[in-house]
């Protein structure tokens, strides 16, 4: 009897195999046609602005200070749908599965789906959407006057370093304090079998979390890196243009930091003195 239903029990476990892949694949297209939809709204008149239309003053205002906040719109499209992702593997998905989950399992996926997963990758999102973005703020800040703009939030150097070093230093180290102490709990009262699979899972868990996190501390210390010294060297190569007599130069301003403030500083006093040689 139990060779005979066989064939229908692996029928059946392919059949909701299949219909999770299928859920799992509409959900996430759900969640990144929102997005696109969302994105590609908030960013219209930044789009109309590049295609070379007239604007008035005010939407002239309104592209500045978008163009200021676009990383921060990308990182935030992002949270909001690794919260709604976490939302959905951890509740929804396992109801229209008919699976009983239960509230302890469900908060410790979304713990690693929406606080884990997602802050690293909101964190790597607005790091390299600023990165390549600065690339275009001339366009839209040509005497770059970045700070007089209002309403944009200023993320300091020393904020900057300090959640990269938290995201690739802490978040890493309490994921696998708490994953250590849960086995931990599941090998009391084990057979030898079963903590023999509870160790050899433990195993393949560890060796992935520690790859993921090397990729991700490289990436974010690399773009973190880059948007200090970048700057900091466009700053250099204006001075030394100054310093060979050339008064005419500039130096790129591309963010609203202390960095920023700084090349703001240096422009203007290479103004000053472009006005004290024609006196």
Same mark, same amino acid.
């Not at 996430?28 to 990144?32: E, G, M, Q, S, Y």
């Not at 929102?34 to 939407?59: D, K, Y």
């Not at 676009?70 to 992002?78: E, K, S, W």
């Given at each position: 009897?139990?060779?005979?239903s066989?064939?229908?029990?692996?029928?059946?476990?392919?059949?909701?195999?299949?219909?999770?892949i299928?859920?799992?694949?509409?959900a996430?297209?759900?969640?990144?046609a929102?997005?696109?939809?969302?994105?590609?709204?908030?960013?219209?008149?930044?789009?109309?602005?590049?295609?070379?239309?007239?604007?008035?003053?005010?939407?002239a205002?309104?592209?500045?200070?978008r163009?200021?906040l676009?990383?921060?719109?990308?990182?935030?499209?992002?949270a909001?749908?690794?919260? #709604? *992702?976490? /939302?959905?593997?951890?509740?929804?998905?396992?109801? =229209?599965?008919?699976?009983?989950?239960? &509230?302890?399992? +469900? $908060?410790?996926?979304?713990?690693?789906?929406?606080?884990?997963?997602?802050?690293?990758?909101?964190?790597?999102?607005?790091?390299s959407?600023?990165?390549?973005?600065?690339?275009?703020?001339?366009?839209?800040?040509?005497?770059?006057?970045?700070?007089?703009?209002?309403?944009?939030?200023?993320?300091?150097?020393?904020?900057?370093?300090?959640?990269?070093?938290?995201?690739?230093?802490?978040?890493? #180290? *309490?994921? /696998?304090?708490?994953?250590?102490?849960?086995?931990? =709990?599941?090998?009391?009262?084990?057979? &030898?079998?079963? +903590? $023999?699979?509870?160790?050899?899972?433990?195993?393949?868990?560890?060796?992935?979390?520690?790859?993921?996190?090397?990729?991700?501390?490289?990436?974010?210390?690399?773009?973190?890196?880059?948007?200090?010294?970048?700057?900091?060297?466009?700053?250099?190569?204006?001075?030394?243009?100054?310093?060979?007599?050339?008064?005419?130069?500039?130096?790129?301003?591309?963010?609203?930091?202390?960095?920023?403030?700084? *090349?703001?500083?240096?422009?203007?006093?290479?103004?000053?003195?472009?006005?004290?040689?024609?006196?």
């Open positions: 009897r139990d060779l005979h066989f064939p229908t029990r692996r029928s059946s476990d392919l059949y909701s195999c299949l219909r999770e299928a859920y799992s694949l509409v996430f297209a759900a969640l990144v929102v997005g696109q939809w969302l994105s590609s709204r908030w960013t219209a008149p930044i789009a109309r602005a590049v295609a070379g239309e007239p604007l008035p003053e005010r939407e205002a309104l592209v500045r200070r163009a200021l676009y990383p921060y719109l990308l990182a935030g499209v992002t909001t749908g690794w919260m #709604l *992702a976490g /939302l959905i593997w951890s509740i929804l998905l396992p109801l =229209l599965m008919g699976r009983e989950v239960t &509230p302890s399992e +469900a $908060a410790r996926q979304i713990f690693g789906i929406t606080v884990i997963a997602g802050s690293v990758t909101t964190a790597f999102i607005f790091f959407s600023e990165h390549a973005w600065r690339r275009r703020l001339p366009f839209f800040f040509p005497d770059g006057d970045l700070r007089a703009v209002p309403r944009v939030p200023r993320l300091m150097v020393r904020t900057r370093l300090l959640a990269i070093f938290l995201l690739v230093g802490v978040v890493p #180290l *309490a994921v /696998l304090g708490i994953l250590a102490y849960t086995r931990a =709990l599941d090998l009391l009262g084990a057979d &030898p079998a079963a +903590a $023999a699979e509870i160790v050899d899972g433990l195993r393949v868990i560890i060796l992935f979390l520690v790859g993921v996190g090397i990729a991700a501390a490289i990436g974010l210390s690399l773009f973190a890196a880059n948007s200090v010294a970048a700057p900091l060297k466009d700053v250099e190569d204006a001075m030394a243009e100054v310093e060979r007599g050339r008064l005419d130069g500039r130096a790129p301003v591309v963010s609203t930091d202390e960095i920023g403030a700084v *090349a703001e500083g240096f422009n203007r006093m290479l103004h000053g003195l472009r006005e004290r040689e024609m006196v």
